[in-house]
């Protein structure tokens, strides 16, 4: 397990003597305040200890274009004003994800990270798509910027 000294000991025992509901309060108490470490716990527990949430897949979805796409390579990307102002860059395509999709197709997306960067996910055609929210700058929790 984890090393821990003696302050960090007592206040493992602390939160442990919690109920659940205080608990699970605290805890979103301070991860609201220390999003990288909400990541990196995200990143430690899912998949192998915690299921993530359809909601990464539903809840949040982006649109833009197909500006590239290299079959050859493998990988293209998305761009698009949220994206841009969400991430300061265009969005990673993969192979895996494109589908019958071709460069100047719109489409509406999930993101998700794949090997700590942002990552186009579960496309489909925005005609068909019509919850989709064209996120600003943010992102999930605030936390686009900066990661990866």
């Given amino acids: 397990g984890l090393q821990l000294g003696p302050k960090g000991e007592q206040q493992v025992a602390a939160l442990l003597s919690l109920s659940a509901k205080d608990l699970s309060a605290v805890l979103k108490a301070v991860l609201e305040q220390r999003l990288a470490e909400l990541q990196d ?33 493998g990988y293209g990307f998305i761009t698009g004003p949220a994206i841009t102002e969400a991430f300061g860059k265009d969005l990673y395509l993969s192979s895996h994800q494109v589908g019958n999709f071709s460069i100047g197709d719109e489409v509406a997306f999930a993101v998700l990270l794949n090997k700590g960067k942002p ?23 605030g936390k686009a910027k900066g990661k990866g």
């Fill in 41 to 73: 716990l995200v990143d430690w527990a899912v998949p192998d200890l915690a299921y993530g949430s359809a909601r990464a897949l539903t809840d949040v979805r982006y649109t833009g274009t197909i500006k590239s796409y290299n079959p050859l390579c």
């Fill in 119 to 141: 990552q186009a996910f579960d496309l489909t055609p925005t005609s068909a798509d019509s919850h989709v929210v064209a996120r600003a700058a943010a992102g999930p929790a």
